[in-house]
């Protein structure tokens, strides 16, 4: 039992970094493919990365007005980030990611300073008991 558990092992481990490397893979291709890209006026979808030590998936934007300033994301944050969740949550294009529990990251820089503006995270968490309480009051 114990040396049928072992050669088990190799191949569960294989599929899990093979799954990783994809992910990593197409992140770099939807970069080099799709951006820079413009999402809206003041929006602009600059890269995606995927970290396979960290499980994360990573998307950075650039803002500039009317969004690339402090006031407007400060009393927009909490509207925007529900939003950001009803995304990831509904979204058939990241079931996969999902499935593996992936951390997604938004990232968004201030078109004149380069500084953080805003980040918003969401773990295996907010999406997965997030939608379960959205099921639950239907």
């Given at each position: 039992?114990?040396?049928a558990a072992?050669?088990?092992?190799?191949?569960?481990?294989?599929?899990?970094?093979?799954?990783?490397?994809?992910?990593?893979?197409?992140?770099?291709?939807?970069?080099?493919?799709?951006c820079?890209?413009?999402?809206?006026?003041?929006?602009?979808?600059?890269?995606?990365?995927?970290?396979?030590?960290?499980?994360?998936?990573?998307?950075?934007?650039?803002?500039?007005?009317?969004?690339?300033?402090?006031?407007?994301?400060?009393?927009?944050?909490?509207?925007?980030?529900?939003?950001?969740?009803?995304q990831?949550?509904?979204?058939?294009?990241?079931?996969?990611?999902?499935d593996?529990?992936?951390?997604?990251?938004?990232?968004?820089?201030?078109?004149?300073?380069?500084?953080?503006?805003?980040?918003?995270?969401?773990?295996?968490?907010?999406?997965?008991?997030?939608?379960?309480?959205?099921?639950?009051?239907?």
């Open positions: 039992i114990f040396a072992l050669l088990l092992l190799p191949g569960g481990c294989k599929k899990q970094r093979s799954t990783k490397e994809a992910f990593k893979m197409e992140a770099e291709m939807i970069t080099e493919k799709y820079p890209r413009q999402i809206e006026e003041g929006i602009m979808f600059d890269s995606t990365t995927y970290s396979i030590e960290e499980n994360a998936l990573r998307y950075y934007y650039t803002m500039s007005a009317p969004y690339n300033n402090e006031e407007v994301i400060k009393s927009g944050r909490p509207k925007f980030r529900e939003g950001l969740k009803a990831i949550m509904s979204s058939i294009d990241l079931k996969k990611y999902k593996e529990g992936v951390t997604f990251h938004y990232i968004y820089f201030s078109a004149d300073t380069n500084k953080v503006l805003l980040e918003e995270v969401f773990t295996e968490n907010d999406y997965v008991i997030g939608k379960m309480l959205e099921q639950s009051k239907q």
